[in-house]
């Protein structure tokens, strides 16, 4: 028997998939599917931050104050009482979340502001989140803030939420950071716990019809996994924080060499919304049959195996790769040219 | 213990009503809808009635069909109840003779309200109530809030112990949205009031398949007079039946009622009688004029039918010598109103048996359309009775110098009662908040305190840029003071909008010594400069304190955006002194954690900053030492706008502006018109300047295209075409360019432009405008622009494009969308929403038809922004030829209109007649192309005008007999084109019978149903239009069936041309659906999307949602054209595509259906599902009709 556990931010994870968030839990079923299908932990959907002030924005105009001033109208929509703001759904989810599943719960926040980020992750902590995943996503656009700026947004929301929370706090980055390795230590010091790579965004698009700006959300594609694979892979051994993989794991493949690499837990979504939960199932039984075919016992075994301090040639994972195509016409070390 | 609550007279009758009853059937209409409202929300929230159960609410089509249902829910058992008002009370009345007749026990709760007869009124007064008096229904008249709520439990009780039915009523307006603080009745008061014996009794009578029997017979001469008289003893009973209630109800709460209630002197001489919320005021000032010795008293009637004389006359001091009887209706060519004439007659039966001498009695008219009726007419009316000949019949509280029967008052005067009071007026734009935060003061204030408090608030007649303002009294006593604060008598004066200092008189209310707060941005060490001169001079002459706050930073400081109502509110309660400020704020925050707390945490934390930030801005100005001013030093008052330079004609000066600038009050009945008929082209005298940004037109990227001008709303972006000479001597920022089309001669010029003052600011034109400088996608051929700096050049700019000369309509291509921009609007500026997606489908059928259009116009939005006074929209062309517009009623307008066409065909066809016969005097060719002309175009349209004028010149000098009646229908030989317009409320409801009808004839009448999917004019009820899954009044949880498809009913009869269009979505099948209408000789119905305030997003995005609605495949375009198949070709046209978008990407965006993902998530997912199916259904059937695959009726014209 492989022992498939893990340890993720001081959660003990009876394996290390894990689906992140997506609609799938915004559903109670589902999420009873994905635990049933052998989750070892569930990430709730995002609750977006934006969301929850265009809902006040609507409230405030249509239901609280739409009079016009004309005598036969002071309002128009009914407004029985019935009303549970979006923050109230998500809160309350999460307690039936707690209530009827075994596995561990993360909350999942997108702010957008200082306040935002400290009011909202102390409600998460309170409706009984076992986790807070930070989703941390910030376009640095301003020509006037330098990275340091950029990066010190982070740490203060940090800082702030960590003041205010004692449940461990994952931040969920992109890989947009002049020094990935350098700021990930600075998170470790302001009190993160774990680190999820990378967010997937949603992608403002031209359409050429109207000349217009709009979303794009596309589901990922098993190659977005490499990127991962390297990140996770040279941040092994170099930091505390436990890592999680998050964006084209699509199979066992993905999820193997991302544990290679160093990865704590792998994140599935993509996957999940195209197969359903039985996918989850279907990747722990491949990867096990994977790793019991080549005699490993467990994913601690396994996990960081190929990361890149244990890689009998590190470079492999810090050159990009045109360098790596010239070493090719490099003789190897023992050898006498 | 007594509790208190602080509610208006609606509130407090459907407490009661909503306890005693188990099926309510509605149907909305002002001022009664909030009763109906109220009782859907509790029964939403699943309160229960006295007997646990939660009553039933049911929407109907029509207060005919609540009627009908009541009827149906009474006679097999329940206990029902219904609200309701002014034309729906007349509805009502055919079941109401049934219900009497029936001795069914039933209470209805009317908000007493005009009826239409010159005019629509909305205001409050007793002709609808009058009009029942025969129905058979006992007539319980309460005067207060307070009363509202208690009668409408005593009239309950009361039926059921003597099965007369009751109309309880109260002034619509003046009680029904009153706010005020009042005992509250418990629900054990309730209880006891309401006999389960008497209910069993009722149950009992139910029909019933177990024990049956049969009602509602035909009788013939042998027995029905018999029948109708065996009714007598119930009525004879009832008075004292009532009269046990009110003192079963007596013993209860300690408030005592009687039939006739007397107050005054117990020797009073002089004795007003009158009904509603005016006897609040009487009762005032009779208390007022006996501290002063005067023997005088008031007798308020309660119990009006059965009308029990003796109880009347022994309510009457036996000292009384001359009486005045009050009634708020009028009977035109009676000798009397109808509480006269039964006062008098009671006093006449009692004199001639010899019981009481006769007094001299006298009948008068007030409050008509909620006339304002205070102290100093009371007064007058008791001095009148003093006289040795007082007026038999007289009016008070207007100036008729007409029949001279009205009184003088004293406008100064003021009573006891009103002088104890702190009164406050608030001025602030509808959108503000104001008054919402008033009617919260009043309840901080009620629940707060020991004191009483009032609040009345005059709103605006339009819906764009509205002001209201807020009447607030609070007092120790029982607030009787049923009218407006009066002038010298505020307390406290606030101004919410920095603007109205230069628009309004906002000081006239201001009580010497008094309080004046200002939102103004200027601070209070120089704000004094900023204001004008005689608000100084008033300023100073009354001693008044200036407090300043800049709210609008305050809000925005706070996060709050431009949301002031709290900050305002703050303000009056840190210096009015009515609370103790600390106690008051607190009490504040308490109310805004009620507002948002479960909504939103962070915007009542926001709204708690925003509180407390206040008392740090709030600043009292120190008012320069500039010595005493008298308001007699400084010049008038310039009100409203800067008036226009050009003359105004007499109408417009006289009548019109004084309205406008609420001074209508003054006008005398000489200059009303007699029958209700107005001057058109009267709303471009209002210059509103609402907009804070207008569009600036850039010339050089811009493609002619005219879509800013065919979505405007208010017609306040036009374009015109002229030669570069017409415009060598324009204003120097006055922008043209050559024209672009080839359609016109070189040398045209042509300029889209402005009209700064009456643009609304929507934004609207920006949004449809599809040119973008290539390099900049930001900059289109039109951009917003603040509007102040603009306004004075755009005005001179667009006052010369107005008069440059009007362009050859048929040198211009009206069936493109540039070429029929060109046409000028004859509906203009109108008080509709900014960004109202109605009124571009209005303007665009008289840009195109509006010289020859008769208009039948369904009551609603677009009979208040098309009729309302203070102006008329609608407007005429420089021939002086436009729309001719009408409002008959709601219920009616199919029939309406079809009345206008069959008056036109039938004057044309006389009028032709004539012409044979007067041929030789007229020339026989002349005659012959007059009868035989194709007047379908509007080329042949203007050729038979042509022919008109030469006839009338032939018939002027003629000496044939016939000549003269030739006259007089000539201009009927001008063929007509008649618009029946109407919202959805009107067309898929109320009206749907009769709108049914007028299609299945073959008359030639164009129906534009302006269909918003929700009765937006009485805020937001659900109607047939409204669709699947959507929140609305009466369907909180969502709808749950599926929109009724007007447009495909409609064509299944063949022979009417029907068309489902959105022109924000395809503009150009609009514009070829609006000449296909028109063209066609049979009855065109056009179904055209409407987005309104109401589906709960901003009107910026207007036609950005009628795209959607056409993608999502909410909305599929279609025409069905009967002269295709007359021709074997396919009548039906798909005009939309197969959606390319799921269906909840329309209804994401859109309050309506989005909350209900927040109140009943999954209802919502639920009807989501159901409405994905249901367009991908219906776009298929279209598709098979399209294609031919189905059955299309083939019964062309």
Redesign the interface.
């Known amino acids: 028997m492989i022992d498939l556990s893990t340890d993720y931010v001081g959660l003990k994870l009876k394996n290390p998939l894990v689906p992140s968030a997506s609609p799938l839990s915004k559903n109670l079923d589902s999420a009873l599917r994905l635990e049933d299908a052998g989750a070892g932990a569930l990430v709730m959907y995002s609750l977006f931050e934006e969301e929850l002030r265009a809902e006040e924005a609507m409230t405030d105009r249509f239901l609280l104050h739409a009079d016009l001033g004309h005598g036969e109208a002071d309002g128009f929509l009914p407004d029985h009482g019935h009303f549970t703001s979006c923050l109230d759904q998500y809160l309350d989810h999460l307690r039936q979340l707690k209530q009827r599943l075994e596995i561990p719960v993360i909350a999942s926040l997108n702010g957008v502001s200082l306040s935002g980020w400290v009011e909202l992750g102390k409600e998460m902590q309170q409706a009984g989140a076992d986790a807070l995943e930070l989703n941390v996503y910030h376009v640095a656009a301003d020509a006037a803030q330098s990275g340091d700026v950029v990066e010190a947004r982070y740490l203060t929301l940090l800082e702030e939420l960590r003041g205010s929370v004692n449940v461990p706090i994952i931040m969920k980055l992109s890989p947009y950071f002049s020094s990935l390795p350098h700021f990930v230590k600075q998170l470790e010091q302001a009190g993160a716990r774990g680190i999820a790579l990378f967010n997937r965004f949603m992608q403002p698009d031209i359409d050429l019809d109207s000349l217009r700006m709009v979303d794009q959300l596309h589901l990922s594609y098993p190659d977005e996994a490499l990127l991962r694979m390297r990140w996770i892979a040279i941040l092994r051994g170099r930091t505390a924080l436990t890592l999680a993989a998050t964006g084209g794991v699509h199979g066992y493949e993905e999820a193997i060499k991302l544990l290679l690499a160093g990865a704590d837990v792998v994140h599935l979504a993509s996957c999940l919304l195209q197969h359903g939960p039985a996918k989850l199932t279907q990747i722990l039984h491949e990867m096990e049959a994977w790793m019991s075919e080549r005699e490993y016992i467990s994913v601690a075994q396994l996990k960081g195996s190929m990361s890149q301090q244990n890689l009998p040639d590190p470079s492999a994972m810090a050159r990009a790769s045109y360098i790596r195509v010239i070493e090719h016409y490099e003789a190897p070390r023992g050898v006498w040219r | 213990m007594t509790s208190f609550l602080n509610l208006d007279g609606n509130e407090a009758a459907a407490r009661m009503a909503y306890q005693c009853n188990e099926v309510i059937a509605i149907y909305p209409i002002?001022?009664s809808?909030?009763m109906g409202?109220w009782a859907?929300?509790w029964a939403?929230?699943g309160k229960p009635n006295l007997w646990g159960a939660v009553p039933k609410i049911i929407e109907m089509q029509s207060e005919g069909g609540a009627a009908g249902a009541l009827h149906g829910a009474l006679t097999s058992g329940a206990l029902a109840t219904s609200f309701t008002a002014s034309q729906g009370l007349l509805l009502f009345i055919p079941n109401l003779y049934k219900i009497a007749g029936e001795l069914s026990p039933f209470v209805l709760h009317v908000a007493a309200r005009a009826l239409a007869t010159h005019a629509l009124s909305?205001f409050g007064d007793h002709s609808d109530v009058m009009a029942c008096r025969a129905t058979g229904c006992a007539m319980l008249c309460a005067n207060s809030v307070q009363e509202a709520q208690d009668f409408a439990l005593i009239a309950q009780a009361a039926t059921l112990a003597g099965r007369i039915p009751v109309i309880h009523f109260f002034d619509g307006?003046r009680t029904s949205?009153e706010v005020a603080k009042i005992v509250a009745v418990e629900p054990e008061t309730v209880r006891a009031m309401i006999d389960d014996v008497q209910v069993a009794a009722h149950r009992t009578r139910a029909l019933s398949p177990e024990h049956p029997v049969l009602r509602g017979t035909s009788q013939n001469p042998d027995v029905f007079f018999q029948s109708r008289e065996r009714a007598n003893p119930f009525y004879d009973a009832f008075p004292d039946i009532m009269q046990t209630a009110m003192d079963r109800f007596a013993v209860l709460t300690g408030r005592q009622y009687r039939l006739y209630d007397y107050v005054g002197a117990a020797d009073a001489e002089r004795v007003i009688v009158l009904m509603g919320s005016g006897a609040e005021t009487a009762e005032e000032t009779v208390q007022h004029l006996t501290a002063r010795g005067e023997k005088v008293g008031l007798l308020k009637v309660r119990l009006y039918r059965p009308f029990a004389a003796d109880a009347l006359l022994a309510a009457l001091p036996e000292s009384v010598k001359a009486i005045a009887v009050l009634d708020r209706c009028k009977e035109p060519g009676a000798d009397g109103e109808p509480l006269y004439k039964d006062v008098i007659t009671a006093l006449a039966q009692a004199a001639a048996d010899g019981l009481c001498a006769m007094p001299k009695v006298i009948g008068g008219r007030y409050g008509l359309g909620s006339k304002e009726f205070t102290p100093g007419m009371v007064a007058a009316v008791f001095a009148e009775l003093t006289r040795e000949r007082p007026k038999r019949q007289f009016s008070i509280g207007i100036r008729d110098d007409v029949t001279h029967l009205s009184l003088d008052w004293d406008a100064a005067f003021r009573s006891d009662a009103a002088r104890g009071l702190q009164q406050a007026v608030f001025w602030?734009?509808?959108?503000d908040?104001t008054?919402?935060a008033n009617k919260n003061s009043i309840k901080i204030v009620g629940e707060a305190t020991d004191l009483q408090a009032q609040g009345y608030f005059v709103?605006?007649?339009?819906?764009?840029g509205?002001?209201?303002v807020s009447h607030l009294r609070f007092g120790p006593a029982a607030i009787r003071s049923t009218y407006l604060v009066e002038e010298g008598m505020a307390g406290f004066v606030a101004c919410h909008q920095t603007v109205f200092v230069e628009r309004y008189d906002l000081l006239a209310h201001a009580a010497p010594g008094g309080v004046f707060l200002l939102n103004t941005p200027s601070p209070a060490e120089s704000v004094w400069g900023s204001l004008p001169e005689k608000m100084r001079a008033q300023i100073v002459d009354k001693g008044l304190q200036l407090w300043v706050i800049d709210a609008y930073a305050v809000a925005a400081e706070a996060g709050m955006g431009r949301?002031i109502?709290t900050i305002m509110q703050t303000c009056f309660f840190a210096i009015s002194g009515i609370l103790p400020k600390d106690q008051a704020i607190a009490a504040i925050k308490k109310a805004v954690d009620k507002?948002?707390g479960?909504?939103?945490?962070?915007?009542a934390d926001l709204n708690y900053g925003a509180i407390d930030k206040t008392l740090e801005h709030l600043h009292q100005a120190v008012i320069p030492d500039v010595g005493r001013q008298s308001l007699a030093d400084s010049g008038g008052w310039v009100v409203g706008k800067v008036l226009p330079t050009y003359d105004l004609p007499a109408f417009v000066r006289d009548v019109t502006l004084p309205i406008y600038h609420g001074n209508g009050d003054a006008l005398p009945v000489s200059l009303m018109s007699i029958d209700g008929t107005f001057p058109v082209g009267t709303a471009q005298y209002e210059k509103r300047n609402i907009a804070l940004e207008i569009p600036v037109w850039e010339a050089d990227i811009c493609t002619q295209c005219g879509k800013c001008v065919f979505v405007c709303p208010h017609s306040a972006i036009r374009a015109r075409v002229f030669s570069a000479e017409a415009v060598s001597n324009a204003p120097p920022t006055f922008k043209h360019v050559p024209a672009k089309s080839k359609d016109f001669p070189a040398g045209t010029h042509m300029s889209y432009q402005v009209a700064p003052e009456d643009c609304t600011g929507c934004g609207d034109c920006v949004e449809a405008c599809p040119i973008?400088d290539k390099s900049n996608?930001s900059r289109r051929a039109v951009n917003m622009a603040e509007q102040a700096p603009l306004r004075e050049a755009e005005r001179d700019n667009y006052a010369f494009f107005l008069a440059l000369p009007e362009f050859d309509r048929s040198a211009v291509k009206h069936t493109t969308i540039p070429g029929s921009m060109l046409l000028d609007p004859l509906f203009e500026y109108s008080g509709a929403?900014a960004g109202c997606g109605e009124t571009p489908y209005i303007r665009l059928a008289t840009q195109l038809f509006g010289d020859r259009m008769l208009i039948a116009n369904a009551t609603g939005c677009s009979s208040?922004y098309g009729g309302n006074l203070p102006t008329t929209p609608y407007t005429v062309n420089g021939a002086g030829r436009g729309p001719a517009w009408s409002n008959s009623l709601f219920e009616d307008n199919a029939e309406f209109g079809l009345g206008m066409r069959l008056a036109a065909d039938q004057l044309m066809i006389y009028a032709k007649q004539l012409v044979k016969e007067l041929a030789s005097e007229v020339g026989g060719d002349l005659a012959n192309a007059m009868v035989e002309a194709d007047q379908r175009e509007e080329a042949g349209l203007y050729e038979q005008r042509r022919r008109v004028t030469l006839l009338l010149e032939k018939l002027v000098v003629s000496q044939h007999p016939r000549a003269k009646e030739l006259i007089s229908v000539a201009e009927w030989l001008i063929r007509r084109s008649v618009w029946i317009i109407g919202g959805d409320g009107w067309a898929y409801d109320i009206g749907y019978g009769g709108l049914d009808h007028v299609l299945a004839l073959p008359y030639d009448v164009n129906i534009l149903v302006l269909d918003t999917e929700?009765y937006?004019?009485?805020?937001?009820q659900t109607s047939k239009a409204t669709p699947i899954g959507a929140?609305?009044?009466?369907s909180?949880?969502g709808k749950a069936t599926a929109k009724k498809d007007l447009g495909k009913l409609a064509s299944d009869y063949g022979h009417v041309y029907v068309a489902n269009i959105a022109y924000g979505a395809k503009d150009t099948q609009t514009l070829r659906v609006f000449h296909e209408a028109e063209s066609y000789d049979g009855p065109s119905l056009i179904v055209a999307y409407s987005p309104c305030?109401?589906h709960?997003?901003d009107m910026l995005y207007n036609q950005r949602q009628q795209d959607m609605a056409v993608k999502t495949g909410h909305w599929p375009l279609f025409r069905y054209d009967p002269r295709m198949a007359a021709s074997g070709g396919n009548p039906f046209k798909l005009d939309s595509a197969v959606p390319s978008l799921p269906i909840k990407d329309f209804m994401a965006n859109e309050?309506?259906f989005?909350?209900l993902q927040?109140?009943?998530?999954e209802a919502a997912q639920h009807f989501l599902e159901l409405a994905q199916k249901q367009a991908e259904q219906r776009f298929k059937t279209y598709q098979e009709l399209a294609q031919g695959h189905a059955d299309v009726p083939k019964t062309g014209a």
């Open positions: 002002t001022p809808s909030n409202e859907d929300e939403s929230q909305i307006f949205h602030g734009l509808g959108a908040g008054v919402s709103y605006d007649s339009k819906k764009s509205a002001v209201t949301r109502n507002t948002y479960k909504k939103s945490k962070r915007l973008h996608l929403c208040i929700v937006s004019n009485t805020g937001g929140v609305a009044k009466f909180a949880g305030i109401a709960g997003f309050t309506r989005a909350m927040r109140s009943h998530p």
